[in-house]
């Protein structure tokens, strides 16, 4: 692998950004308190920005995605509740079954339908009765994007207004909403990619957005609901070991990615089309078309076995990506066209030896 940074094309993902020179400036002129005594000033700022921003009462600052998730559905949830949720969902599948762990809160997970809903009469059949049978159905559980896809914004307003009906809370994954916001406004040739994000956040009870995606800060997500359901979240937390000391540092950078990174996600976007575009037409490869800044690439036929092989291949060139399942490639603000091209090339060159 090639040791100096600036030569990588780094795909893996969309957390692997460092801060711009302007985010480290941001972090070092940032206020500081203790936020465990609530005093930070830089994490008031940022919780009053993003609640604000997103149409809810309070936001809670948290180090990670996963820790916003947990703290939302263990405050949505108690002992012997149940949530729906996709089997694909990160809050599901990929967060060590933190809610069932530590919350004694049992998923119900559905299938998703080939553009990433879970179909509306399989959400009303899997809500229980009030029966000492069953488990407590509470809580709708929706994610967007998911697997870098734009969920339609009328099945987003369908799923939770039956979600709502039924009585049922209705908290949103939105690690990457922003992507989503940008991508619906593309869509439907809108501009305020805030208002956007405002739409989607508003057919929700919590959401949980991520900074350290493709926003470009080093660390931390927030939490966004009512008062009395973030003073619930604020007790998680704590539980969970979140309550962090000078966190205005992180979340200056947070603070400075809303500000500035907001609006260049479509450069992202851009560049995944770029990238899906570029490997069209190579014989072994299916290229799902992106929506916002993911490309999914099935390696086919006789290529099939290929992968760890291709993968190796492009590291050797300062290439990464990951193949978990499929091939995953991930745009973001320390990729650039150029990069995008040396990627394309160096898998067109493989696929020809
Ligand atoms: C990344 C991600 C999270 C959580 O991320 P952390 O790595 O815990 O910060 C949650 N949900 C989705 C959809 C994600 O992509």
């Known amino acids: 692998m090639t040791a100096d940074r600036s030569s990588l094309v780094d795909l893996r993902s969309d957390t692997v950004t460092q ?11 940032a206020p500081l308190g203790d936020d465990v005594f609530g005093t930070d000033p830089s994490v008031n700022a940022l919780q009053e920005k993003i609640a604000a921003l997103l149409g809810f009462e309070a936001a809670l600052f948290v180090p990670t995605g996963t820790q916003s998730n947990l703290c939302a559905i263990l405050s949505h949830c108690g002992r012997g509740d149940e949530y729906i949720v996709g089997q694909q969902a990160h809050c599901y599948r990929w967060e060590g079954g933190g809610a069932a762990v530590f919350g004694s809160v049992q998923p119900q997970p559905l299938d998703h339908a080939p553009d990433g809903t879970l179909p509306l009469a399989q959400i009303e059949a899997s809500i229980k009765p009030d029966d000492a049978h069953f488990a407590r159905t509470k809580l709708l559980a929706l994610e967007n994007t998911l697997g870098g896809k734009l969920l339609p914004f009328e099945y987003v307003q369908a799923a939770t207004d039956l979600a709502k009906s039924k009585g049922l809370q ?61 003073a619930r979240a604020h007790r998680i937390r704590k539980m969970a070991g979140g309550g962090m ?7 200056a950078a947070a603070s400075h990615a809303l500000d500035h990174h907001v609006d260049r996600l479509a450069d992202d976007h851009a560049l995944a089309q ?20 993911i490309v999914f690439v099935d390696l086919t036929g006789a290529a099939q076995a290929r992968s760890s092989e291709l993968l190796a291949s492009l590291n050797s060139q300062g290439i990464l990506a990951t193949g978990l399942y499929r091939l995953r490639f991930v745009t973001h603000l320390d990729v650039d066209a150029a990069g995008v091209d040396r990627a394309v090339a160096a898998i067109r060159a493989f696929f020809k030896s």
């Open 245 to 251: 000391r000078q966190a205005g540092l992180l979340a």
């Open 170 to 230: 209705r908290h949103l994954d939105g690690a990457r909403l922003f992507n989503a916001a940008t991508a619906q406004a593309a869509l439907n040739k809108r501009s305020d990619i805030r208002a956007e994000a405002r739409r989607i956040a508003q057919c929700f009870d919590s959401v949980s957005v991520c900074f350290s995606k493709g926003l470009g800060a080093p660390i931390g997500s927030a939490l966004v609901g009512s008062r009395e359901f973030i």
């Open 19 to 29: 801060p711009t020179p302007a985010m480290r400036e941001a972090m070092m002129a």
């Open 274 to 293: 770029r990238l899906a575009q570029g490997l069209e037409g190579i014989e072994g490869l299916t290229v799902e078309a992106p929506h916002t800044n």
